[in-house]
């Protein structure tokens, strides 16, 4: 691991620095611990357009001269929001720190929030949206998270939907920024060719304190037991069918999520030596890829299991990888299939710190979630310590195949039928 320094500065902003001199380059991320959880009720996707606003343009320099300046210091801009953050970027050549930090502040504390931009910005996210609503597969994604978390902070895209991003206005936009400005929590990452003694005067005194009120989001956790629940998403003129199976799982502070790591690389996440896809596709040919996931958040993320499949074989497809989740929580693992895991995540976690922004992500990863620093290099021996008994245990506490949300897109009166014998079904065109 490089040395992390992290530092309170007397203004209350957190600050963590990696300096790295191997290369003349710097990267620096301004993070608000305010993201799309809290897009309010109805209005999806106006962090993440709030944020991509703050790159067009600041009250002293349009959107066209901030392009240009960055084009011509060879930097890179960009703003998005995740779910539990708001993160403003900014690279370049270590020689132009000073002024990359002054662009950075300007670009945050004084956006020019001009309403013909704004207007722009949204006409092209609407464009998009209704480019990829007629792929199966981006449906298949949407779909899922929308019913699997309906009611809750994450039932909604990051990004927003078309009905949401049609009603969004200039004034939701700025009153979004002004609620969650430097919220409590934001800090600073810089890694690479610098000078601790240069940056930390600088920066305490250019940035402004944090202040304000984080946006309240709504907790939530797993709800009970509800049985296999189908929603088909009814496209007749499909030939394969895309499936979206699972439930949600657990948080990324959550002391199971390691073991959880490693148990699921061992039952999806591991490519073509995972369990599901050792059955589905190289034992029974129903499918090119199938892999499973746990997306890390703040609250419970989605498990989810992914692939796709021709249509007369949907149904005997979800039931497989049913079977297959039986009988992983009935025998486990087997030492070999532990040991392949554990060395994968060990021997592949150096190249998660190969870039400054890599570094700069881990960092950010660790303090928003809370686990600290120390957590990034306490991982890899954390890894091994994985025991046989603890992926079992894990296992068995942590994926429910009675309990599965099974979302469909394809030709519903093929497979419709056979889905009612699992338990409800729903249609949609």
């Keep these: 691991m490089p040395p992390i320094s992290a530092s309170l500065l007397g203004n209350g902003l957190k600050l963590y620095a990696v300096p790295l001199p191997d290369l003349p380059l710097v990267?620096?991320?301004?993070?608000?611990?305010?993201?799309?959880?809290?897009?309010?009720?109805?209005?999806?996707?106006?962090?993440?357009?709030?944020?991509?606003?703050?790159?067009l343009g600041t009250k002293k320099r349009s959107s066209l001269r901030l392009a240009a300046e960055m084009d011509g210091m060879g930097a890179i801009l960009s703003a998005y929001a995740g779910w539990n953050v708001t993160s403003l970027h900014i690279s370049g050549l270590s020689e132009d720190l000073e002024r990359l930090l002054e662009l950075l502040r300007e670009i945050y504390t004084e956006p020019a929030h001009a309403p013909e931009e704004f207007e722009q910005l949204k006409q092209r996210r609407i464009g998009q949206l209704i480019q990829q609503k007629d792929e199966s597969q981006i449906i298949a994604d949407e779909r899922f998270q929308q019913t699997l978390f309906q009611g809750t902070p994450y039932d909604h895209p990051t990004y927003g939907t078309l009905e949401s991003l049609t009603k969004l206005t200039f004034d939701d936009v700025k009153e979004f920024y002004r609620k969650s400005f430097l919220a409590p929590g934001s800090f600073l990452v810089l890694v690479g060719d610098l000078s601790l003694d240069r940056c930390l005067p600088w920066v305490e005194r250019i940035f402004p304190a944090p202040g304000g009120k984080k946006p309240e989001v709504r907790g939530f956790s797993p709800p009970s037991s509800r049985g296999i629940r189908t929603w088909i998403v009814d496209r007749p003129d499909l030939t394969q069918s895309q499936i979206r199976l699972g439930h949600m799982g657990i948080p990324f502070a959550h002391p199971a999520y390691i073991p959880f790591e490693v148990m699921n690389y061992i039952l999806g996440g591991g490519g073509f030596s995972s369990r599901l896809m050792q059955k589905i596709r190289s034992e029974l040919g129903y499918t090119y890829g199938i892999y499973s996931s746990l997306e890390p958040r703040k609250f419970p993320g989605p498990f989810a299991i992914s692939t796709f499949t021709p249509t007369d074989i949907t149904f005997p497809c979800v039931q497989e990888i049913g079977a297959v989740l039986r009988s992983f929580l009935d025998q486990g693992a087997t030492a070999q299939e532990r040991e392949e895991a554990v060395n994968f995540f060990t021997g592949s976690y150096p190249r998660r710190f190969e870039t400054l922004s890599q570094i700069a992500q881990r960092i950010i990863q660790a303090e928003l979630h809370g686990v600290g620093v120390e957590y990034l290099s306490s991982y890899p021996g954390r890894i091994a310590g994985v025991s046989l008994e603890e992926i079992s245990r894990t296992a068995r506490e942590h994926i429910h195949p009675q309990d599965l949300l099974a979302v469909v897109v394809g030709r519903a009166e093929d497979f419709r039928k056979a889905f009612e014998s699992l338990g409800p079904v729903e249609v949609f065109q």
């Design 27 to 55: 990267s620096i991320h301004l993070i608000v611990p305010c993201g799309a959880e809290a897009d309010p009720v109805g209005q999806a996707g106006l962090a993440d357009l709030s944020a991509e606003m703050l790159t």
